[in-house]
């Protein structure tokens, strides 16, 4: 069974209890072991962390240990998967760039705060990831944010809605959804989730339900790369001793 951990806390206005439930029940539905911690000491056993298949952080601003930061880090990069939407994962400790270049971007704004309608476009390339979603309406908070060129992004929406000294720069697109990867590890961010009204949307659940398996199998491949890695190395010793 896939072993699974969600660690929340941080501002309480992304309700971040209330969404660790409906994490979760999503993982349980999957199969997965679930461990729920609302502190970030749950970071700090760096060999417990690598015997996981997922980390689901949700924890927006606060400080962290770099230690800590780095114990996340070292297990993503052996394969766990790192998986999370809204502040909690791309809005969390806003002072270390370290943490931002793990997940791929950080918010900066959100025009117009909460209330704004717009579409989420959903973008088909070469992953089908959620080629099961079709675009859809939300109206919550739209995030901008500064993003890592490396991620394949999966979902988008249309900048500017809400007036602002951005919409001098005119129409531009920007990633709701992405995935990246982290050493031999698998990363999915999901900029939706203000609320956990949100999160409960069809197309937001299924969006990280989706991400939840994929960013886990990669723990897996991971595995199964080194020991096929490790096998040609055994091979190449034995047959220099004959």
Known sequence: MSKALIVWG???GHEPEQVAAIFERILKEEQFEVEVSDTL???????KLLGLDLIVPLWTMGQIEQELVNNVS?????????AGLHGGMCDAFRNNVDWQFMTGGQWVAHPGNDGVEYTVNMKR?????LDHIEDFQVKSEQYYLHVDPAVEVLATTRFPIVNGPHAANGPVDMPVVWTKRWGAGRVFY?????????VEMKQVTEMMRSGFKWTA????LA????????????????NQNH
């Open 10 to 12: 941080g501002w309480d």
């Open 41 to 47: 000491d749950a970071y700090a056993d760096a060999e």
């Open 74 to 82: 070292a297990a993503v990069q052996s394969g766990v998967g790192l």
């Open 125 to 129: 390339g070469s992953s089908p990831l």
């Open 190 to 198: 999901n900029s939706l989730g203000h609320h956990a009204d949100i």
């Open 217 to 220: 199998a990669g723990k897996a």
């Open 223 to 238: 595995q199964s790369r080194t020991e096929a890695v490790a096998e040609v190395y055994t091979g190449m010793a034995d």
